[in-house]
């Protein structure tokens, strides 16, 4: 799954291999630049939301450059869009939350077997989402998968 794991956007002029390099290397990087700030996240207890923020625009500016080679199935848009995902959820932003996780469930459906913890638990979260702003049927279906 390697190729769908890696998928390039389709456009009119698909991008060249050294562009398709330089954007993994570019998404390696700022992978392990958000991990080291949330490594530092005692500080949140000091100054939550400004480095809340700060690491949302991190995810945001970088599923924007990415999102230009990238399809959101690759796996580095993914990982992006959960670490998204985590900052909504720890910030009590809901709607981003439910936003994110809406767009990682199918990519994950796809990526991974029908009962992985992987899918499993993002069924969940959206379950609860959905129920926390009271779309009792939707959570209900989410919880069921």
């Known amino acids: 799954?390697?190729?769908?794991?890696?998928?390039?956007?389709?456009l009119n002029d698909p991008p060249s291999a050294e562009t398709v390099r330089d954007m993994i290397k570019y998404a390696r990087n700022v992978i392990e630049e958000f991990r080291r700030a949330k490594h530092y996240k005692y500080i949140l207890c000091l100054t939550l939301a400004?480095?809340?923020?700060?690491?949302?625009?991190?995810?945001?500016?970088?599923?924007?450059?990415?999102?230009?080679?990238?399809?959101?199935?690759?796996?580095?848009?993914?990982h992006?869009?959960?670490?998204?995902?985590?900052?909504?959820?720890?910030?009590?932003?809901?709607?981003?939350?439910l936003r994110y996780g809406q767009k990682i469930i199918r990519p994950y459906s796809k990526?991974?077997?029908?009962?992985?913890?992987?899918?499993?638990?993002?069924?969940?979260?959206?379950?609860?989402?959905?129920?926390a702003l009271e779309n009792r049927t939707a959570g209900v279906?989410?919880?069921k998968k």
């Open 111 to 131: 990526h991974y077997p029908s009962y992985s913890l992987n899918v499993a638990s993002m069924w969940l979260k959206l379950g609860r989402l959905y129920m």
């Open 141 to 143: 279906k989410a919880l």
């Open 1 to 10: 799954q390697d190729k769908e794991k890696l998928e390039i956007r389709k």
């Open 80 to 97: 992006m869009m959960y670490q998204a995902m985590g900052v909504c959820l720890y910030t009590q932003d809901w709607e981003g939350a």
């Open 50 to 78: 400004p480095l809340a923020c700060e690491l949302l625009e991190i995810c945001e500016l970088s599923l924007d450059k990415m999102g230009a080679v990238f399809e959101d199935s690759n796996v580095y848009m993914l």
